[in-house]
């Protein structure tokens, strides 16, 4: 007498991945498992495309900010400690010769007052050479009015756009400076005040600086502020920003024991920790919705369970082992994640790639300003993809859609056959 053997079949066989397809397919009387379903795939697409979103926007508004911020003080400030800033220029010469030091112009920095017959308001004047000036990107390849071309001797004044609006000039208009520190009289110390035409009017795209700034020549300024043959600080751009705590220690040692070296982290430790603190919140707060989707499809799957009690008692009669049974809800269950992981993932790039259309039309559409750049500092919204992070998204989201299908296909793994079908 022979005894039969019932061979295990492979691992994902055919038939697992037809049973499979047809438990997401639910018929009319189980309509409502199918609506729980809908609902897992759709919150794990916005879970995963909202957190891509999100994370892409600020990264793209960190960079943008920090890009406007450099590209205007500077990564370095070097300036001297109580003393006058009159060998600026050797100290130039010192500090290129640094690797990894690109650019190291001298600057005068001081407040005024600038004014119009219509009006008056502050601004920060900076002293700055002609090819200075065009070095620095941000500011020279944003010029819409006028030229920076023979600015050193144009004896003019380049302005940012809003406070050309605010003080209701144009190029070749004239504006008049009045500093607080003047000549000295004997009945005390009188403004100094000096009319200038505009030669130039910016527009960096930071709100702040566009109304606020305004570049007088280097000599020019010298004179208005009466420094004589000096500067107030030189600003320094490295290759790498990231990373420039590698390259302060030789920058002080070409610059002198007494120059000061201060980073743009250390100015901006605080604007740069918020940023990163928030990114990482919203990280976690956002993952609550994926992990909110992921327990849809644990409860979804649960009640399919429920309900396919009496199949899964006759295919274990007709030689379907455990393993089988569970890699079937396994793979129903994992799919609603796999699909709509990657329908999130298409969803967040498309959005990203198209956020600034989308928001001038949501804001077409509700007649409300979204994103207004007197309050985020920026005229447009900007979207950086972190590849990186969307990979870990991505991960996390799978990750979270494959244990969420371990417990329901365990539990129709372990049904007993016998118990299954004794009340049918």
């Given at each position: ?14 038939f ?144 940012g ?16 400076l ?13 403004p ?28 020019e ?6 420094l ?22 030789a ?8 120059i ?63 393993g ?35 928001r ?12 207004p ?52």
């Amino acid at each position: 007498m022979t005894t039969a053997v019932v061979k295990d079949t492979k691992p994902f066989a055919p038939f697992e991945w037809v049973l499979a397809s047809r438990y997401l397919r639910a018929r009319r009387k189980e309509g409502f498992i199918s609506v729980i379903a809908g609902f897992s795939f759709i919150g794990i697409m916005l879970g995963v495309a909202t957190l891509i979103i999100v994370m892409s926007v600020m990264n793209g508004f960190r960079k943008e900010l920090f890009d406007k911020i450099m590209g205007l003080n500077g990564h370095v400030i070097a300036r001297p400690l109580a003393r006058a800033f009159n060998d600026y220029d050797d100290v130039v010469k010192r500090l290129l010769t640094v690797p990894g030091v690109t650019t190291a112009l001298p600057v005068i920095e001081g407040q005024a007052m600038i004014s119009t017959p219509a009006t008056a308001t502050g601004a920060v004047i900076r002293g700055i050479r002609e090819a200075d000036l065009k070095a620095l990107e941000s500011v020279s390849k944003n010029i819409f009015f006028g030229t920076l071309d023979g600015f050193d001797t144009s004896g003019g004044i380049a302005i940012g756009s809003r406070l050309a609006n605010s003080m209701n000039v144009t190029v070749g208009g004239e504006v008049t400076l009045i500093a607080p520190r003047g000549a000295s009289t004997p009945f005390g110390t009188s403004p100094r005040t000096k009319r200038y035409p505009v030669a130039a009017i910016f527009e960096i795209g930071m709100s702040e600086y566009d109304s606020s700034i305004a570049f007088l020549p280097l000599m020019e300024a010298q004179k208005f502020f009466n420094l004589g043959d000096t500067a107030t600080v030189i600003e320094v751009m490295v290759e790498n920003p990231d990373k420039v705590q590698n390259y302060t220690v030789a920058m002080g040692e070409a610059a002198g024991q007494d120059i000061v070296m201060n980073d743009w982290r250390t100015r901006n430790a605080t604007f740069y920790n918020t940023l990163k603190v928030e990114r990482n919140v919203m990280f976690m707060i956002l993952t609550l919705i994926v992990l909110v989707a992921a327990l849809n499809i644990v409860s979804g799957m649960i009640m399919l369970v429920k309900d396919k009690g009496r199949d899964i008692a006759i295919l274990r009669t007709m030689g379907a082992t455990r393993g089988s049974i569970m890699r079937v809800f396994f793979m129903t269950g994992a799919s609603i994640g796999v699909v709509g992981t990657v329908a999130g993932l298409l969803l967040g790039v498309v959005v990203c790639l198209n956020i600034e259309p989308i928001r001038q039309f949501v804001q077409w559409i509700t007649n409300t300003p979204l994103f207004p750049a007197d309050v985020y500092f920026l005229t447009k919204l900007p979207a950086v993809i972190d590849w990186n992070e969307v990979a870990t998204v991505v991960i996390m989201a799978l990750t979270l859609s494959v244990l969420a299908t371990l417990y329901p296909s365990w539990r129709a793994a372990r049904l007993d056959p016998v118990e299954a079908l004794r009340y049918e």
